[in-house]
């Protein structure tokens, strides 16, 4: 059960009691058949959205057992048979981003292009230095022309030996050589300029995050408020309906707007845990869970073995994140609240 299930069944429980009182005034004379009709109106109303709630969580359920790899239906058993939305932490200690913020996967791959490029260029300017070369050649052969016999190749008479060098200076393409590393030289500047670029909407990832996470909790604790003074405003209201000092009317708007405050306040609950995801999504978030493992589980691993050898490529070591230590050509980092 959602927690906005919960406030509709809730609420449904509310109403039904409302119309109760509403069928006993009726009977009793004291009041008309209109209070009952807009009674059951309304409470049929918000009995019709459970159904559709319903749905939702079942979708929901089968998108997150997709996910995890498995059928549908297979989380089922990971969630909660609660209604209340997990608890958050008051504040979320980023610690240091520059170095978190190297943990995601599209920083590290932006980084290490950058890297892949650079090298590039020496390997353009080697071309440009003049080369040496050395090549020989030692075996043995045999045949059985004229004196030589087959048996010779297992003897020193059957020895081959050969030898060469050569010397190369790129003197008339030296211009196109040139070029080449021009080119190569613009690619790496392309490079760095994505990788800051990267590392920029990283940290736009992160502040977006910390003010959905900040102000969203800031709006719970007011619907918290609001929806208190909701309830406290429908007993009002229903202990002046069964006294005969107030109408239907106005117990029938305190259930809607206890349900839409109420309703407002689940949403809300969830935004804030939405937003604290997003602040460990932000910053690379679950190398906790990975330290000291692989990205990918044991059982795949032993199928890849099986199928090729992989040496030492598929140990937890292929996976760790830069060292604290490592030097990243970064802009500023930005300010975190």
């Not at 209109?34 to 969580?57: C, F, M, R, Y």
């Not at 079942?58 to 997709?66: D, G, W």
């Not at 059985?144 to 297992?154: R, V």
Request: charged letters at 20%; a negative charge.
């Amino acid at each position: 059960m959602s927690a906005q299930e919960a406030v509709y069944a809730a609420n449904v429980a509310a109403q039904g009691e409302g119309l109760r009182i509403a069928r006993v005034r009726f009977e009793n004379g004291e009041t008309s058949a209109l209070d009952v009709s807009q009674a059951t109106t309304q409470l049929q109303e918000t009995n019709a959205q459970i159904p559709g709630l319903k749905q939702q969580w079942r979708q929901t359920a089968n998108t997150l057992s997709l996910l995890l790899g498995e059928p549908p239906g297979a989380a089922d058993s990971l969630l909660k048979d609660s209604a209340d939305v997990p608890k958050v932490p008051s504040n979320v200690d980023v610690g240091i981003p520059r170095d978190l913020l190297r943990r995601r996967p599209d920083v590290r791959e932006a980084l290490q292009a950058a890297a892949a490029q650079s090298a590039l260029i020496g390997v353009a300017e080697s071309a440009l230095y003049p080369s040496f070369s050395v090549s020989g050649f030692f075996g043995s052969g045999s045949t059985e022309l004229g004196t030589a016999s087959l048996s010779d190749l297992f003897s020193w008479n059957g020895r081959a030996l050969q030898a060469g060098g050569s010397f190369v200076f790129p003197i008339f393409n030296y211009g196109r050589l040139t070029n080449q590393v021009r080119v190569q030289d613009a690619a790496f500047e392309a490079a760095v300029l994505n990788y800051q670029n990267t590392v920029l909407a990283a940290q736009e990832d992160v502040e977006n995050a910390l003010a959905a996470f900040v102000y969203g909790k800031r709006t719970a604790a007011a619907l918290e408020q609001a929806a208190a003074s909701a309830r406290r405003t429908t007993a009002l209201a229903l202990t002046q309906y069964k006294e005969g000092e107030t109408s239907f009317t106005t117990l029938l708007n305190a259930y809607e707007s206890q349900l839409q405050v109420e309703n407002r306040l689940a949403q809300s609950r969830g935004q804030v845990l939405l937003g604290l995801i997003s602040v460990y999504r932000s910053l690379g978030g679950g190398w906790q869970i990975r330290e000291g493992r692989s990205v990918i589980s044991e059982s795949v691993a032993n199928d890849m073995r099986q199928r090729t050898d992989w040496g030492e490529m598929l140990t937890p070591d292929g996976a760790t994140a830069p060292p604290a230590g490592t030097q990243v050509p970064a802009p500023e980092e930005a300010q975190h609240r």
